[in-house]
C-alpha cells in the first residue's frame, strides 16, 4: 500500500468548551493542530445554531493557525465578506445552499480567501463537478451535519475516492478535506480513504492526551 500523506489535523471547536475559547484554542496549537476549524450553523441550514463572524473576530489574536471557517448556514453570500474581515483564511459553503455555487465560490476567491465546497451525506460528488476547477478545497461531510459526536457514515468516505480521481485526472489542486465521525476507531478506513484534511472534535477534546491522538493521524499508517 503506498505510504499514506500526513493528513492535515483541523480540530473543531464545536466540541469545545464555548466558556473558554481561548483555552480551546491553546489546546489545539499545543497538541500539534495544524488549522482551527469553525462550525457555523445557523439554525436553519442545520437544526443547531452555534456563533457567528465575532467569534473568529475574537478568536483571531489568539491563534496564528489557519481559520477553516466552515458555513452550514443558508444565505451565505450575506456572510462571507464578515467572516473574511474578521479573519477567517478559508471559508466553506454547502453545496445544497443555492444554485448559483459557481458565483458564490468566486466571491470567496475575489476577497482573497480559499474557497471550499461541501457536501452532505445525501448529495453525490457528481453533483459539485462543475466545480471542481474553481475551488481550493471539497468537504465530505460523514455525518449529517448540525452536531458533533455522530457516528461516521462509512459510504459518504467512499466519496473522497471520486475527487482524487477527479484531481488527478483532470490536474486540479483543491484539498479534500472530511469532517464528522472522526475518532480512533474510525482512524484506518479514514487513513485508506486517503483524505488531505481531517476534521476531529469531540473525539479530540474528549482526548486524555490529545497530542497523542492526533499523532495517530499523523504518523500516516
Ligand atoms: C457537523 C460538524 C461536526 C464536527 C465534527 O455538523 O461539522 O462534524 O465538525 O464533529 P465530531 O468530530 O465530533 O464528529
Ligand atoms: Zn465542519
Same mark, same amino acid.
Given at each position: 500500500m503506498e505510504k499514506l500523506k500526513t493528513p492535515i489535523m483541523a480540530p473543531s @471547536? *464545536?466540541? !469545545?468548551d464555548f466558556s473558554n475559547m481561548e483555552k480551546a484554542l491553546a489546546l489545539i496549537d499545543k497538541s500539534g493542530g495544524d488549522w482551527v476549524h469553525f462550525d457555523v450553523m445557523?439554525? !436553519?441550514? @442545520?437544526p443547531d445554531i452555534t456563533f457567528g463572524h465575532k467569534m473568529v473576530r475574537d478568536m483571531r489574536h489568539h491563534s496564528t493557525l489557519p481559520f477553516d471557517v466552515h458555513l452550514m448556514i443558508m444565505h451565505p453570500e450575506s456572510q462571507i465578506a464578515k467572516f473574511a474581515h474578521a479573519g477567517a483564511d478559508r471559508i466553506t459553503i454547502q453545496a445544497? @445552499?443555492? =444554485?448559483?455555487l459557481h458565483r458564490l465560490i468566486m466571491q470567496i476567491k475575489g476577497i482573497g480567501r480559499k474557497a471550499g465546497i461541501s457536501i452532505v451525506p445525501s448529495t453525490p460528488p457528481e453533483q459539485i463537478k462543475e466545480l471542481l476547477p474553481f475551488v481550493d478545497l471539497v468537504l465530505v461531510m460523514t455525518v449529517n451535519p448540525g452536531y458533533g459526536g455522530q457516528k461516521l =457514515?462509512?459510504? !459518504? *468516505?467512499?466519496k473522497v475516492a471520486y475527487f482524487r480521481q477527479q484531481r488527478k485526472e483532470k490536474g486540479y489542486d483543491y484539498l479534500i478535506e472530511i469532517d464528522g465521525g472522526v475518532n480512533k476507531d474510525t482512524r484506518m478506513e479514514i487513513m485508506e480513504a486517503k483524505p488531505d484534511v481531517i476534521v476531529t472534535g469531540s473525539a479530540f477534546f474528549k482526548a486524555p492526551y490529545p497530542d497523542k491522538y492526533l499523532q495517530l493521524f499523523k504518523k500516516g499508517k
Open positions: @471547536v *464545536l466540541a !469545545s445557523d439554525g !436553519s441550514f @442545520v445544497e @445552499v443555492t =444554485i448559483h =457514515i462509512p459510504e !459518504s *468516505l467512499k
